[in-house]
């Protein structure tokens, strides 16, 4: 039998390159949040389920930012003007249910910081997320951000090409 809750809340290999990706990029809220969604994974349940929905929040807000768009507090625009701002051609293309599982996949981070993170008090007799449940959404998080972060790297280094 698998002894699975070894595993359970330890880093992951995406762990490093995410924090290692994170060093070149100028937002400390990324960072922090990053960083506090690593910290409480397996100690802080609610406490990380925040986390990693702010980490996603706060690379949508930076990539628009970056590209000279307003951010805005409207979640399903926040993610559309983020991929705008990434310039990806999606009509047609096989990412493009993928990139509509991305929405989904931050939408649900949300909601799950919405029913059992520490950002709203809880009910007496609501449960709290297990660690498993936490670092799913910290893993979930993470990937979503680091996809969204080395679009805008690949992006950005292409319109360095393009103005040079």
């Known amino acids: 039998m698998l002894q699975l809750q070894v595993f359970s809340g330890q880093p992951t290999p ?7 990706l994170l060093e070149g990029v100028s937002s400390h809220s990324i960072r922090e949040s990053w960083e506090k969604a690593l910290n409480r994974r397996s100690t802080d349940p609610r406490g990380a389920i925040t986390a990693a929905r702010a980490l996603l929040e706060a690379t949508l807000k ?10 805005t507090d409207k979640n399903n625009e926040l993610f559309n003007r983020a991929i705008g701002a990434l310039g990806l051609d999606l009509k047609g293309k096989p990412l493009e249910k993928t990139i509509q599982g991305l929405n989904a996949i931050i939408w649900s981070v949300g909601d799950m910081r919405n029913r059992h993170g520490d950002a709203h008090g809880a009910a007496s007799g609501d ?13 979930l998080a993470s990937a979503a951000a680091l996809y969204l972060l080395e679009e805008f790297e690949s992006s950005d280094c292409l319109c360095s090409k393009a103005e040079g």
């Not at 930076?62 to 951010?71: L, P």
């Open 14 to 20: 995406a762990d490093e390159i995410l924090t290692n």
């Open 62 to 71: 930076w990539i628009i930012e970056q590209r000279g768009g307003s951010v």
């Open 127 to 139: 449960n709290s997320p297990t660690k498993n449940e936490a670092g799913f959404c910290v893993n």
